[in-house]
């Protein structure tokens, strides 16, 4: 017997900042932005570019560090196709769906969100185009705009304009409300009109109080490693409480990073609706309050789980509460790259990910290729562009 074909393998969650948006981002003062440190010297080399996404990582809130170790440094993975490409060849990925990265165009003052919005996804769209099959997108939204008729409009013009948009990607405030805003409901019906899925994604994490004083002592490592996954937790589940999966039952959203931490409280969430008491009709001796359809019936229909977690007990709860069929491989590239500069070779993030995935699968074998690839092809509908067999 010959041995089994090596799986397809898609990413959906790998991101970009086109060059369009970087230089967007040097163009301003404030975070989120893109500094250059001072010219090199004859006895150092040329400093990289320092991205500075939040006000806590700008020379303001740390006004006695050098600009050149403020925020992280901008190497070529984050903007530079060929480097996306040899990543893409190093770990076997045979498609990169690339989205714009954190923070998307929530920054933007109301009248210039919308020509941003068309610049960059016509960015993405080219890039995709003329990458040969390896590529496509999520679009960006210009949600800061006066009214959610830009988003609308947007979202249109995509299906027909640019054809290697297959999605959308969206932080958490929405128009600056979360998720739960009912203005969003129109960007919600063009959505599911369009059959585009959207790419609920965290950027804004939780209040520095809630890890205290020492927060800094580590770094990254609590805002990254709770605070984004919690984030996403938290717009979700108001998403489904607010009644928009009731309102719109073909909208199809992907969660990022395994979910955070939806799968392990999906059944307390249920329970705290189900003993609500505000939800409670005592007189009638029913629940008239709260989401009508069930937090399982959502998740079981409406929800997709990328598979970036890390390990192998938060991805067996992602399959636990959306199934095999539901749950995307992904990497989060340019973010977690190995340290020490050296950037060409594989990743330790990327293999990780990948031996949690081929763990839990191990002996189901359509079950591993559904989520490293099978599944993505359903989900995006590229079966048959150009994919090896």
């Known amino acids: ?166 999605g959308i990607i969206i932080g958490t405030s929405g128009l600056g409300l979360g998720l739960d805003d009912p203005k969003l409901d129109p960007v919600w019906a063009a959505l599911e009109r369009y059959s585009m899925p959207v790419f609920v994604h965290p950027h804004y994490g939780l209040p520095s109080e809630v890890f205290g004083p020492r927060m800094q002592e580590s770094g990254h490592v609590l805002p990254l490693s709770l605070g984004f996954p919690l984030e996403t937790t938290v717009a979700f589940m108001r998403m489904w409480l607010a009644g928009v999966f009731d309102r719109f039952p073909a909208l199809q959203v992907l969660l990022a990073h395994a979910g955070g931490g939806v799968p392990a409280l999906a059944g307390r969430v249920q329970s705290c609706v189900e003993h609500e008491r505000g939800f409670f009709d005592e007189g009638r001796g029913k629940r008239v309050g709260g989401p009508k359809r069930g937090l399982r019936e959502v998740l079981g229909a409406n929800v997709w789980l990328d598979a970036v977690g890390y390990g192998e007990v938060g991805l067996r709860g992602a399959v636990e509460v959306v199934g095999k069929e539901r749950v995307l491989f992904g990497t989060d590239h340019p973010f977690f790259p190995p340290l020490g500069g050296e950037e060409k070779g594989e990743w330790e993030s990327v293999r990780t990910n990948l031996e949690a995935v081929e763990r839990v699968f191990e002996g189901d074998r359509e079950g591993l290729e559904g989520v490293l690839g099978v599944n993505s092809r359903k989900f995006f509908g590229i079966d048959g562009e150009g994919l090896d067999e």
Not at 23 to 51: G, K
Not at 116 to 138: G, H, P, T, V
Request: aromatic letters at 6%; hydrophobic letters at 35%; proline letters at 17%.
């Open 1 to 166: 017997m010959p041995p089994p074909t090596t799986p397809i393998i898609i990413d959906v969650h790998t991101h970009i900042y086109p060059p369009s948006y970087l230089s967007l981002l040097t163009s301003r003062t404030t975070p989120p932005q893109l500094l250059h440190p001072d010219p090199p010297t004859p006895s150092s080399p040329t400093p990289a570019p320092r991205l500075i996404i939040l006000p806590s990582d700008g020379p303001l809130s740390n006004p006695t560090t050098p600009p050149a170790h403020l925020g992280r440094p901008i190497t070529p993975s984050y903007s530079s196709i060929p480097h996306i490409l040899s990543f893409m060849q190093t770990h076997n990925i045979s498609v990169s769906i690339l989205s714009l990265a954190n923070p998307w165009l929530d920054f933007l003052p109301p009248d210039s969100a919308a020509g941003w919005a068309r610049k960059i996804n016509d960015e993405l769209n080219a890039i995709s185009a003329a990458s040969l099959n390896r590529i496509r997108a999520f679009g960006c939204l210009p949600l800061s705009a006066p009214t959610t008729a830009d988003s609308t409009t947007e979202i249109q013009r995509l299906t027909t304009a640019c054809p290697f948009i297959r």
